[in-house]
C-alpha cells in the first residue's frame, strides 16, 4: 500500500477553503482511477498558538504505480494546482539545501534562505506576510553576498 500525504496550510478565509475542498477538489479525486481510500483530518490546536496546519489529506493506492496513474489522469491533473498550494513554501527549504549542498558551507544556504524567503513571498503576492525584521535579515544577507570574498 502506498500513501500520498498533502498538509494544507491554513488559508486566510478558511469558508472558501472548505467550499472549494468539499465541492470541488473531493469530488474529482474521488474520480481517481485506482484510488482505495481518502482519509481527512483537520488540525484543531497546538499547545501553543494557532495551528499553520489546517487540514492533512491522506490519499491510499496499492501501489507506486496506481498512484501515478492516478496523478496522470485528467482529474488528477486538476486538483494538481491545490495540492501544490500546499506545498509552496518548500521553494525556501529547497534553495536553502541546495546551497548548502553547493556551497558545502550551513550558513551561506541560511544566509540564502534569509534572502529567498521574502523575495518568494513578494513573487507569490504574499508580501503582507514578511515582517519587519525578516526584511532586515534580507537586507543584510543580501549585503553579506555582494560583500563576502568568494
Not at 34 to 40: M, Y
Not at 52 to 78: H, R, V, W
Request: proline residues 5%; hydrophobic residues 50%.
Amino acid at each position: 500500500m502506498v500513501k500520498l500525504v498533502a498538509l494544507y496550510q491554513t488559508p486566510a478565509n478558511t469558508d472558501a477553503f472548505d467550499s472549494h475542498f468539499a465541492d470541488t477538489h473531493l469530488p474529482r479525486v474521488k474520480k481517481w482511477p485506482g484510488l482505495r481510500k481518502i482519509e481527512v483530518a483537520r488540525a484543531t490546536g497546538t499547545q501553543i498558538g494557532e495551528p499553520k496546519l489546517y487540514l492533512i489529506e491522506e490519499l491510499y493506492f496499492d501501489d507506486e504505480e496506481s498512484m501515478q496513474k492516478a496523478l496522470a489522469s485528467a482529474d488528477g491533473k486538476a486538483v494538481a494546482p491545490d495540492m501544490m498550494e500546499s506545498a509552496r513554501d518548500s521553494v525556501t527549504v529547497f534553495c536553502i539545501i541546495v546551497m548548502m549542498s553547493f556551497t558545502y558551507n550551513i550558513a551561506i544556504g541560511m544566509t540564502a534562505g534569509f534572502v529567498v524567503y521574502p523575495l518568494f513571498k513578494v513573487l507569490t503576492g504574499r508580501i503582507q506576510e514578511v515582517r519587519a525584521g525578516m526584511w532586515a535579515l534580507a537586507v543584510l544577507s543580501l549585503l553579506f553576498f555582494v560583500f563576502y570574498p568568494f
